[in-house]
């Protein structure tokens, strides 16, 4: 598949069913209890990087592998990507492989909210982090150590994050698409993300432009 990309002058692109992790769908099920988003905020950070990640012919374009799931997700919720600020810094071994990674992507959307995301690893001395925060006009939305804590006028609680199964969900999907049971969106959403990526990778510091 990775020579036919080249062919034809196309990316391979591996995705995930990001859109059906949490705490991301219980968040967004339940932004009204926030007021209107103002800012969001992720981290991932991971002291492993072997196999296909630290192969740069196999996983390419950092934003791409790293922070598209994020990415996808907050362009479900916010929308059209106005803007982009960038940032990437990492290192090669002997081998020619990735030794370590750390990158940021900022993006200001049309609705004026802002995100941030920071994605690191291979990173010596550090753990296996997820860290996820939504700061809203009238309350935070904020996920650490697997908890999902809200606060706002009416204090400070835990939610009940929903349920999913990612593999029995995407196979589900998979089953209802063969059967023709759903539609299937055209590739314009994932087209929008993937350009993101690009545009972040190429150009850091850089101004997206929608093309």
Not at 150 to 156: I, P, R, V
Request: with cysteine; charged share 25%; aromatic share 16%.
């Amino acid at each position: 598949m990775i020579n036919i990309a080249k062919e034809k002058n196309l990316v391979y692109w591996v995705s995930l069913t990001q859109l059906l992790e949490n705490p991301y769908i219980t968040m967004k099920k339940n932004l009204n209890l926030i007021g209107n988003v103002l800012f969001a905020f992720y981290s991932w950070t991971s002291p492993n990087l072997k196999g296909w990640y630290s192969q740069l012919e196999l996983c390419g374009n950092i934003y791409a592998w790293q922070h598209y799931h994020f990415i996808s997700q907050l362009i479900e919720i916010f929308g059209k990507v106005e803007s982009i600020s960038s940032y990437k810094f990492f290192e090669i071994d002997e081998n020619g492989r990735y030794k370590f990674t750390y990158s940021t992507i900022t993006m200001k959307f049309e609705n004026k909210t802002i995100s941030h995301i920071e994605f690191s690893m291979g990173i010596p001395q550090t753990y296996r982090d997820y860290f996820v925060r939504f700061l809203g006009s009238e309350g935070l939305f904020f996920f650490h150590n697997g908890k999902l804590i809200l606060k706002n006028k009416d204090g400070e609680r835990e939610i009940e994050m929903e349920k999913t199964n990612l593999s029995e969900d995407t196979k589900d999907f998979l089953k209802a698409i063969i059967k023709k049971e759903t539609n299937v969106e055209k590739a314009i959403k994932a087209k929008e993300i993937l350009n993101v990526c690009i545009i972040a990778e190429r150009e850091s510091y850089g101004t997206y432009k929608s093309c």
